[in-house]
């Protein structure tokens, strides 16, 4: 899954059946900071997500596995509103993960 | 699900037969504004949607999940046409989105 | 689905049971006007596709919905030869899709 | 399958009512010697993999078919905590795949 | 499908019980002539592939559709070991296929 930030709504009339009724959001793709990266996504909303959170995409055939998206003509879905996340550990150039401080590690935090 | 622009039509008479009858349409990958990225793809119609309109494409096993294209071997299909994209959120550098006002709001829209 | 043009052969003796008997096609992904792009893919042909044809490829489960190829392991597989690819629409910079005229719709054609 | 490190934890209250009692893994896609590369990718842990961890990803479809993620509207899962990478070939220039001594092989190797 | 040198092996010893007994491939993608590109992948052998072998490789839920890889969690599979691949066609700048003659068609191969 991929992390990414609801920026907006699209708006459809002529349409596939099965999308009626289904919430349609306009969604950056963000890194695990919530820094914009380039792609936009449009996804199904399966969990109440507002515009401005930050969220957790689910892509493919996956994306039909909620009540809200099953039989539905769509690759992608938000399964998550994230509250946290936390970074505990860091590469090194040579690869080796290192264990972050505990306040370090809620540097990224993004509510 | 990806924005895209119609711009063109494909023509095949030795295909696969469960692609008989259905209109595939050549189209180009565009941002939320419309304004083009450099993908091209073919997707087959499931709204009857037009050349020029702006729309939405749904990929993979999804693309099968309207009447149009159920059992087809195909990857893409159109599944709305687009009335409006209203962007109601922007993001700042450090990744906080912050909202935009009503008018503001409209600008992106493509009709 | 993506346009390709097949430029080759692969020849296997060693291969899961599922591919005796099957074509595999050596593809070079081109744009819509038949111009060779970056990559290179092994389709199975589904439609008596030769070599130097502009054919269609469908990726991932859909490959599988042919006769030739349901059950096979495989992720590639050529659907149509195309006869035409008729550009109607170009994308202004701004984003805005003009019709095109009927001859120079046809300028892009690849027999 | 592609290499990841596990380097966080993300958590979400308000979810998809499959992924309750999933632990949902931040991971930094890496190469092969576990050095960084570029994606950020969230996974299922099916395998009781733990932050700092060297693991296996897999993707798409195949995400659900652990006892763990079955059902569940997830595209990428945790199926194994890498012990060991023993490249035993290099690849020159020209494609010729040339065979790495034993001492040489276990160079990139990181436990 | 795409090309691949086997260059390694893979050692894991906690991983998903679907993966017992299977062997698990470091796999450098490469072009149609073997020369290296710069992914890397995991894939389960399904042909007694070894390593410094030019091989197939699928991707997707195709991957589970081998008798060695069915129900596993798996994303990417080994389908055939290469013995040749031969190309007879060019394209040229405007994108026409052009053939090639007997003698470099073999140009290419690699055994």
Do not use: W
């Amino acid at each position: 899954m991929i992390f990414a930030k609801v920026i907006g709504t699209v708006v459809s009339s002529q349409k596939d059946p099965n999308l009626n009724g289904k919430k349609l959001l306009l969604c950056k793709e963000v890194d695990h900071e919530g820094k914009p990266l380039k792609s936009y996504h449009v996804a199904v909303d399966a969990v109440q997500a507002g515009e401005g959170n930050f969220v957790l995409l689910s892509y493919g055939s996956s994306a039909r596995m909620t009540e809200e998206t099953k039989n539905a003509p769509i690759d992608a879905v938000i399964i998550a509103i994230i509250d946290d996340v936390e970074v505990t550990h860091v590469l090194r150039g040579d690869g080796a993960a290192v264990q972050r401080g505990g306040a370090a590690a809620r540097a990224s935090r993004k509510s």
